[in-house]
């Protein structure tokens, strides 16, 4: 999850519409905290200096820092090689690949 530190996201904001925006993609739910907290949890996604954009009844700004996702990163593969017909399934070993799948 994303969590932004801010002002005006609302006081007893029970009845208010929130969003957050990360690029062009909406967080999947966003909690609102307090007046300067809100939290969101983030898609999976893939970018660099992407805008974050918290919206509370229609009235929305941009936060002054941009986010990043970070890139996938491949550590090794198994088996390193396989014939030219094919073979046996390759294992991509690594890490920010995104979220793991639901079982």
Not at 14 to 37: D, F, L, M, P, R
Not at 75 to 87: D, I, Y
């Amino acid at each position: 999850s994303l969590v932004l530190f801010g002002s005006n996201f609302g006081s007893a904001c029970a009845g208010c519409a929130i969003s957050v925006h990360v690029g062009a993609s909406e967080c999947a739910s966003v909690q609102w905290t307090s007046a300067t907290k809100v939290a969101c949890l983030l898609l999976p996604g893939v970018g660099a200096g992407l805008t974050v954009m918290a919206s509370v009844d229609g009235s929305s700004n941009a936060a002054a820092q941009s986010f990043s996702y970070n890139a996938p990163r491949v550590t090794s593969l198994t088996p390193a090689s396989v014939s030219e017909h094919g073979g046996p399934l390759v294992t991509v070993n690594g890490y920010n690949f995104g979220m793991a799948a639901p079982p």
